[in-house]
């Protein structure tokens, strides 16, 4: 216990996070059950340790730990958490919680043992705690931290302030708001910059290895997430990664099922799994035009999550009207519901119908809007789209 003690009171006192997440404000932390998921990178484990610097000042009550520790392949993870809270703990934030085995039976077994402990811990988005899981589907609450939006780094970039919009609010007062926002900063001087590399954290400090670091996570996912969590034998990483890379060379892109299982030299079952674990993995993002895709429909669409994935795998891939579709559907995509709609990009909400393109785009129909790149501030139904990256 006092390893972990003094492993915890390094961390607080030396690790400091440059971006402080706002999701942490969005957590009722009163829950005695809570799961942080996230692809890697994003800022999972500083956010766990901003949680017990704001919310547990007397340090004693609280201690994290990350476990990829080889001490719990010998010690039960409810023994550790009774003895801890016998010893006066009373939050254990546990990392990684995919690398001990039977998780889901010790994290319950805490929750009905030991009532006022309350335990965090992060997970690969991959990892299913509620879905199918009779274990925690009543009792844990589960949010995802996605990457920076555009307006998280143009804060750290400029060291301003800047509020977070909703997708109603944006489309009813973007001409006022944006004017608000380019009295201060001028927003396309970081848009390019964010598109490579803004959207994961550890741009922050590594920002001349940030495409290796990516790749690295990329290839990580795919090994341990994706095959691992899935129990996918690694014989078939290979047809995941290629079919990756099929993706980021022709998003956004109508995948013919038949012509991709050709290529990859499997089933066209297997590739709609595919590709529904690598949207869980937080790689792709799919869209639909109507039905749920969990009743293993085609997708209308495939794009990849974020910019920054698409300018790693693909980096040969510069086609303006890739990068700006990905933008708006990762960014749009948190708060909101997006699908792909007739003659326009995207439908966003059940309501709005959306074209993306240059600054000389012009919203399509007498319901239709367009996100407009290149133009600080619209007018009317004509939208920046750089101001979809204020919507968290």
Known sequence: MEFFRDAHNNLIKNSKSVVRRELIDEIDWSHPLIGIKGFRG???TLLLLDYI??????????????LNSFYFTRRSLSGFADEFYKKGGQILVLDQIHKYPDWAKELKKCHDEIPGLQIVFSASPVLRIIEGNDFL????????????SFREFIQYQTGEKFSRYTFGEIISNHEKIATEITSIIKPLAYFDDYLKFGYYPYFLDRRSYFSDDLLKHINLALEIDVTYLNQIELKYLPKLRKLLYIIAREVPFTPNISKISNEIETSRATVMNYLRYLKNARLINMMFNSGDEGQMKKPSKIYLQNTNLLFAVAPDNNDNATIRQTFFCNQVNYR????????????????YNFTVGGKHIEPLGPD??????RIEIGSGRKIPLWLFGFGY
Not at 137 to 148: M, Q, R, V, Y
Not at 336 to 351: A, L, M, P, R, W
């Open 137 to 148: 589907k009543d009792i844990a609450k589960i949010f995802h931290l996605p990457g920076l």
């Open 42 to 44: 994003v800022g999972k």
């Open 53 to 66: 610097r704001e919310k547990s000042p007397n340090q004693k009550e609280s201690l994290y730990i990350n």
């Open 368 to 373: 239709g809007y367009a996100a407009a790149d």
């Open 336 to 351: 909101n519901q997006i699908k792909s709609i007739e003659g326009y990009d995207f439908n966003v909400n059940g309501k």
